[in-house]
């Protein structure tokens, strides 16, 4: 007997022993997972299997999880006394050994284990890089058959661990990161492999609700504020949802953390709607010609989970949460302050949260004391490409109008040739 069921947030619809499906009642709403146990577990070890709220029966392979510990440098640097950073990336002498230095790992790995499970044999993915890299990457590890689509513009920062050039990925030479999710959907429709659902997959999101287990394993609570940087929004509503399930157990505290989100200026348009107190974003906040103005690709989706039942902009109202806008300029300073003060390289997402808390503690929108868990995602590149070795991500161009059949073909050649 499985240990959850997937419930729809919007009519309370149950669904048991399936893939990534969706509520037929409520197009608008997103699933969750309803664990049967509602206190939390934690065995021994290192690994993101040790927690028992994620939606897989077991483990086919091993995945490490994010390292949190206590911040000294950049805490006293903001004036904060109890700031606890969760890093996910390379940097062996923390414990940090995320070879894709990301926490889309996380939600990679739980992905992977809960298709295996459910019988499916292959993904298609859509990606603006960091996803990509890891599916990538567990792809190799597991054994797994995954399809890569990504935008064009984002090669420029994309890099594969060493094993994973072999993998399938398509540039879409046309379009950004939105039009590569739906050409994936198109593609895994003709390959008749599912769509890996993106922000709908719910052991996505609850792989990325792990950063808040390891944190609450470690500080013992749930934290007072937690910092992200978003583009989907998907890795802040998963560490929602887990923060709900930890509430419910009654042993982490009594608050819900208050989410504290940004993105990078001027492509911002969840920032700027819930400033704005909407639910619904504008269409010209999501105009494309902005995204080549930030720094930060893999913040630039135009179709966030914000207003979805179940979304960015519940998770928000339910935890008295803000939303912040940062600069390119704020983006660099921060990521070269947080590597001087804290010892390793970020990458521009995080420096987006990290100008973030900057800026809730100079506003006042935090207390010095209060307990504040900060997501650092994409942490330690330049040491893992130095230390271990990366491959060069190795594309098959296409347009949007280029048939899926000659995109099918093109795979059938590489995976012959590797």
């Not at 950049?74 to 006394?81: K, N, R």
């Not at 926490?103 to 990606?127: D, H």
């Not at 890996?196 to 470690?218: M, S, W």
């Not at 009654?250 to 001027?266: A, D, E, W």
Request: aromatic letters at 10%; hydrophobic letters at 40%; one cysteine or more.
């Amino acid at each position: 007997m499985s240990h959850f069921r997937i419930k729809c947030r919007g009519c309370g619809t149950v669904l048991e022993d399936t893939y990534c499906a969706f509520c037929e009642h409520c197009r608008g709403s997103l699933l969750y997972t309803e664990y049967t146990d509602r206190t939390l577990s934690i065995m021994d070890g290192k690994e993101i299997w040790r927690f028992n709220w994620l939606p897989v029966h077991g483990a086919s392979f091993s995945q490490p999880g994010p390292v949190v510990y206590r911040s000294e440098a950049l805490a006293g640097y903001l004036g904060l006394s109890n700031l606890y950073i969760a890093f996910s990336g390379y940097w062996p002498e923390r414990g940090g050994n995320l070879l894709t230095c990301t926490f889309k790992e996380l939600e990679a790995a739980v992905v992977v284990q809960n298709a295996m499970e459910n019988g499916v044999r292959g993904l298609v993915v859509a990606s603006a890089g960091n996803t990509a890299r890891a599916m990538a990457h567990l792809s190799v590890v597991s054994g797994f058959d995954v399809v890569v689509v990504v935008p064009t513009m984002c090669l420029l920062d994309m890099w594969y661990p060493k094993g994973a050039e072999g993998v399938p990925t398509v540039a879409l030479t046309d379009g950004d990161y939105s039009d590569s999710i739906d050409f994936a959907r198109r593609l895994a429709t003709h390959l008749g492999q599912p769509f890996e659902g993106g922000v709908k997959n719910i052991a996505k999101r609850d792989g990325l609700g792990v950063v808040l287990l390891e944190a609450v394993a470690v500080i013992g609570r749930l934290p007072d504020h937690y910092f992200q940087a978003v583009g989907s929004g998907t890795g802040a509503i998963g560490v929602w949802e887990m923060s709900e399930r930890l509430l419910r157990d009654g042993r982490f505290g009594r608050h819900l953390p208050v989410l504290h989100l940004s993105q990078n200026l001027p492509f911002a348009p969840m920032t700027r709607a819930y400033q704005r107190g909407e639910r619904e974003l504008r269409r010209d906040e999501l105009d494309p010609s902005l995204i080549p103005l930030i720094t930060t690709r893999v913040l630039s989706n135009r179709y966030p989970a914000y207003s979805v039942i179940g979304g960015v902009y519940d998770a928000l109202r339910a935890t008295g949460g803000r939303m912040y806008g940062v600069e390119n300029q704020e983006v660099y300073r921060w990521m070269e302050l947080f590597e001087g003060l804290e010892g390793v390289d970020i990458v521009p997402a995080s420096g987006v949260a990290v100008a973030s808390l900057e800026q809730a503690v100079r506003q006042g929108w935090v207390n010095r004391g209060e307990t504040i868990l900060l997501n650092i995602t994409g942490g330690g590149e330049g040491r893992v490409k130095r230390e271990t070795g990366v491959s060069e991500v190795r594309p098959i161009y296409v347009s949007k109008e280029t048939p899926v059949e000659e995109v099918e073909e093109a795979i059938f050649s590489l995976k012959n040739s590797s």
